[in-house]
């Protein structure tokens, strides 16, 4: 397989981007169709949430080089997003990678790897998920791509794609979808927020969504409990 | 299978639902003989301590119709109970659901599936334990039954059964068994009450519990390390 | 298999242990050539380092009877670090343990089975590492040994030797080892520092470490994206 | 909790467990409404089906004392059903149970623990059914109960209920509904031999089942594929 | 999400999917640079290698309306290849569908999801490769698509790829290089019979690749052992 | 950590290493003392049983270098052990290896990691075990050491000790206590057949272990179904 490192990516307008980091990675999963969801990987903190346009590492198990290569990559608005060629728990990335990306501006990294330092990397505000935490050390000894295609979680993502993230997980949207998703974001918010009024109000969900002949028709009865009071 | 919606279930009386809220899942653990317990379902927050009487759901993987179903049967006190047919990782369960149960009273929702909108949740202060965080959107499609006898993390929990739910996990006490429960879970807080005071005395588990002639009667040598300074 | 109580082990030294316990578990497994670290054990609570000498013990699953024994061989400056002879998730270890040693000066406890009572835990500022956390009670039937060499998530433990543990996971220290170990930990930790500074100040690890030569011999080639703007 | 051994539980009948033992685990799982099913232990043989009347045996972990006195309850045509209160992976059962478990006529075990002397069961022809694979021997030490209710792989399983087991794993038949299941059963196995049939002779399932119009309405179109040659 | 059935997608060249399917999984990921493989399903049989063309199914989670749509998509040498929007153990295959796939010539079944009657279809000499073995049944309710790009084991598979399977998983070769990995593929099998020859003959791999200077370079030392006799 | 290759290791004598060869993993397990037993690899063949001196490995994750250089230590009756220094998946062992240790005489080869090549490797009768099947390659980058002490699941295994392997996983018998272990597999033998043939014959485990008055004392009771015929 070719290893390359591909410079100056597409990336997705910092508009968009900022925009999408205020809505929650649920909402806009919802508004994209269901799509780009990734649960597998954690927050290391609570209460984050950020969005950036992907430079993408694809490395060695247990092996940084790549890591390395991609940081000269990154521009303000970047997040990292590392992956490696099969599953490994090694600590991949840790607090003087993220003081290098911090220099250049980026905003979080998604390890699907191990990770560590993680009490330095609350400690200095920088947000990361990650698959595991784990301490053990790399080498960096085998050659990998930077800014190709990769998969993370079951979700392709490309260079240039958008990542939010928060407490909830991760959502990628692809570049040429971004204005799309967050005109259908917005748009799912203003829906949220009225159904959270009515819920509030007491109106059911069973109502509003005009369930009740639905329950009828797949045949669900509504019984006494049998030892009701 | 037929599906139903079980009305007006009986539920255990709320003073003692109060009353074991004051107690942690460990010791009315203990106190029932260590039964009940569930420990595959993780809070979402730290530090919370609830306890409400089951309103169950059993829902087909990835639908939520009956949960929407199960709203309505929910009452000041009760806590909502959902489970799949077949193990299911879609957040099932939100921000617009807690609103809807909070609205009624509810105290909490136990979801043998996926949630999502955790930091809503926290910040709205409903509390909730679940098998896992994802944003995975469901669909209204499938029947099920709410008030039926469902099986989580290997316990029966039948509706108006007590579910408390701590830091350590959760725990089942079947509604008939709710008072010697209670009795019980005191008798054994006032135990542990009065071994906690033993042991920052000083005391040993060994000298209390008169483990040392079971420790010889086992076998069980003391013998000076080899490299004993 | 003989059950032993070895009592009086000889401990790493004191110094050794605290000038240790200021230094993060990354650090040190780095410094000691990646060995010794365990990542399968997770905290119980958050931004907490300590390090102690441990004190070991091999329990029979679900069964606690050696950890009682164990009690009494703990010193100021102890890491109690427990395992079972096959995989358990009883809830071996909570608060009345931690409330034993405590008053004995131990400074945590390393479980490789469950734990409960986590939030006391956390009330009273005693830390915890397990695998697990669970209510389940546990039986005093079944022998044991305490202060044997044990196999805790792929290390081997012995008595007397340091474990530090923190956010990241735990790391042992062979007594022989401690005062090399802490020598290049301190090395180490300048190295980082120096780093850290070069980094904030804009350098790349490319440059840093002359991986620019690596990757150029290893085929990694510089392309422009396709797509650039 | 109580220990106990119920002896002589009712049992369904011989006829009913024998003809359900020539029909598969997932006729009759659909035929019962999708109930009763557990994927969790996996056959140790291939191209096994049997079906017994459930002998239950609820252990400590690592404790085989049960199990013993379980086979004295054990009569031909039953099953022995064994989990434990905790998750274990202990070899709780070997040939030396399965000898004398074939002495008194059962036709198998399921054991929701470890099993071991796999080969040896084959080779003598006694069917197995575990979750684990593991030669870790037990104690005899902790009560429990035979023949009580217990919940296996999510289901529960009273003595005297009917368990078949074959390659895809088990359907627990409650002994009340077991003359209920099998006329339900043939009339599936009719229906599923006409529906292959249906096939073998190239009739589509969409045409046979009416789905068309299914897929129509929820809007699921028909394109060519911009590639298609 | 729009949800599509794709028609007549343009499918490898039969004699290059036939050459392929004479070579091992684990020769032709060798030689397609390392991508491609699926290890996360495993097969239900032994001893079997097929290779088909995909025809592609993305279904709801225990939902089998896609998989009738898809098998009218089938023609010979097709390998039917189904996941689910979120991991599902629904038995989503079994018996019925692989009569009406074999009557339509199509070469055996991946299932990222649940299968179930594995002895049957062991028995009719249909291949499968699944993740999960259950006998879970499935609803017909919820709209996807057929013949769209997917993602199964961290791999993307489109319509008209070649799946090679075999006892050790997966590979995917994608279309567009399916004649490249043809001819890669014997260049690979023929200087693996080279290297297996010379093994037979004694030479070592050490020799064979020139690693001795290798290990030198990096430090490896040759020490006799301290007990060496 | 320094990396070196250890030759000419003390073995275990080949009579008592063919002697164990002839006794079940289980029985010798027991007869240890239950110690040294590994359940997590599984083997890829069914109904093989060998013993051999191990040569260990400790190899990078995804990198076989020092597997070629353990191959020029391997000597009639030695069976190859591989560890990774952190879990990895890659199929780092197949047949041209297998090729080569049969040359040599090795026995067989046990992989704490992934292997390829699974029936090929059956085919030319070369038993292995396993944690993973997975094709995914290796580079040939990073030192680490041959015959030095290795931990592979949870157990510690050194040059020369004795591996016994079959259907239910493995031992390791160290080499200073093999000849007691033969003796002590011996005893234990011919007590299993004694109480094999008891069993046969009818007598109960109850009786034969004295458990009867156990069960009294620890107050399980006997009761009559409450629904008993």
């Not at 220099?103 to 330092?117: L, M, N, P, Q, S």
């Not at 993680?118 to 000894?141: C, Y």
Request: hydrophobic share 45%.
């Amino acid at each position: 397989m070719e290893t390359v490192i591909l410079t100056d990516p597409p990336r997705a307008s910092r508009e968009t981007v900022e925009a999408l980091a205020s809505i929650g990675v649920a909402t806009i999963h919802e508004a994209m169709g269901r799509t780009g969801h990734i649960s597998a990987l954690r927050p290391i903190q609570q209460g984050v949430r950020v969005a950036g346009t992907a430079v993408t590492v694809l490395s060695w198990p247990g092996d940084n080089l790549m890591i390395h290569a991609a940081i000269e990559q990154c521009r303000p608005g970047d997040i990292l997003v590392v992956t490696t060629r099969e599953p490994s728990s090694h600590g991949m990335f840790g607090e003087l990678f993220a003081t290098g990306l911090a220099h250049r501006g980026a905003v979080g990294a998604v390890i699907d790897a191990g990770i560590r330092d993680t009490q330095e990397l609350r400690d200095m505000g920088f947000p990361a998920w990650a698959r595991h935490i784990n301490v053990m050390g790399t080498v960096k000894s085998t050659p990998g791509s930077v800014n190709v295609p990769i998969v993370v979680g079951g979700q392709v993502i490309d260079a240039g794609d958008i990542v939010v993230a928060d407490d909830d997980g991760l959502v990628v949207v692809p570049r040429a979808q971004a204005d799309d998703a967050l005109v259908a974001s917005r748009a799912r918010l203003a829906k949220e927020e009225a159904t959270r009024a009515a819920f509030e109000g007491g109106e059911l969900g069973l109502d509003r969504y005009g369930m009740r002949p639905v329950l009828a028709d797949l045949g669900v009865a509504y019984r006494r409990h049998p030892e009701a009071p």
